[in-house]
């Protein structure tokens, strides 16, 4: 790519001469340089990076740094307080970085970890696919449709193996589910209700006081992308309270969802809905954010409709608790013969009387998983595609992106999954794009012209 499209006006090229002096330190030989795309390198590791070293990301990183044939070599994040510690942690093989370029211009990376917060991580996991790293890219995936769309187009054209964090993707429960729906015990199923409830008091997260950013911590790097703001010790915390921030994450639907709406989307082989409605605002909860404190959705597909509602008001869980505030959470197949009930654990079949004449769980046919990285670290090694990659979650994450466009647009949204558009909204087709703060540029050249 030619350096007019970098998202700064420092170029690559300038990043690649300041990365030179992390090959002094000690490496390993990259799976690519064996020129067998993918093949185990020499040492039989693979040299890995991680951007964003907070919760998931250090999650992320010590299930990954557990494996026999992994070597970090790399680890960036925007504060010393978070990267200073897990350099010291790997000093014998790792270099630390700010700016996340310098670690994509190195050339013995094979494949990094992305879990910065979420307005950052479309563009980092494209510059992930340019630079021809592997990535593992925590939920949300994305916060727009064409975010959506040209991070699963950057992947196709780079050939890159993909995981999106949604580890109870992974969870044996959740197979048993599908096995279940794709059973046809249930018969028919007509509509599918997903939630995600809990109650933050009236204050929400509180009242951050005004203060500079701490020593260490560039924050105009943190900003990125995303509109310029003042520090705020909130927005900065973690994504418990990042979720109220909307224009950096889109709130709790695209905190949550992912997780939630995996399992229909996967149990039911779900393309891209055709009708997006979206309601919801910011009724009850003050403190700081922005972000809507109720959401309803209800996506239109071929056959089916499904339903997402989202309360930070509010925790009754219906079947799946209620008193005490808590954080709730279920999904609902509703099918011509019984319900099933589930969430991260629970796989409940409720009949319709004697409509459903097969009440034995289906036999197990969906192999257990390794774990949601290792799988990923295979695949690397394997160049086979994971279960939860860009190609498939992308199916998963176009519903949020195009459920926040509702939302921001104030009216339905109808999307043409053959021509991957907006159809009939110059206005929401324009809202779909988000606008980068400069020097920051979207990456045009992997979506579709109008």
Partial sequence: MSDENDPSSTSRRDFIKTAAAAVALPTVVPASALGRDGAVAPSERIALGAIGLNGMGQANLNACAGQPDVEVVGLCDVAASRREPLVERFKDTAKGYVDYRELLARPDVDAVIIATPPHWHALMAIDACKAGKDLYVQKPMTLYPEETLAL????????????????????????????????????????????????????????????????????????????????????????????????????????????????????????????????????????????????????????????????????????????????????????LRGTLLADYNRCEIVPEGDLLTDRDAPPRSIPPSPGHEREWLDCVKSRQEPSCSVEYHWKVDLPITLANLAYRAGRDVRFDPKTEKIVGDREAARLARPVYRAPWKFPVEYVKTP
Avoid at 153 to 170: D, E, F, I, L, M
Avoid at 207 to 233: H, I, Q, T, V
């Fill in 152 to 335: 699963r187009n950057a992947v196709r054209r780079h050939k890159r193996v993909s995981q999106v964090g949604t580890q109870v993707h992974a969870s044996e429960n959740y197979r048993r589910v599908v096995e279940w729906v794709r059973s046809g015990q249930l018969g028919p199923i007509s509509v599918v209700r997903t939630f995600n409830v809990m109650n933050q008091g009236p204050d929400g997260i509180g009242y951050a006081p005004k203060e500079d950013p701490p020593a260490g911590l560039d924050w105009d790097l943190w900003l990125g992308p995303g509109p310029s703001a003042p520090f705020n010790r909130h927005l900065f915390a973690d994504a418990y309270y990042h979720c109220s921030f909307f224009a950096y994450t889109g709130g709790w639907t695209p905190g949550m969802a992912p997780h939630i709406i995996d399992l229909p989307i996967w149990a039911l082989e779900l393309g891209p809905p055709t009708l997006t409605s979206c309601t919801g605002g910011r009724y009850a909860i003050k403190g700081d954010g922005d972000a809507p404190d109720t959401q309803e959705v209800t996506w239109r597909y071929p056959g089916l409709t499904m339903t997402w509602a989202m309360s930070c008001c509010n925790s009754f869980g219906f079947d799946f608790g209620r008193g005490e505030p808590a954080r709730r959470l279920g999904i609902y197949f509703q099918g």
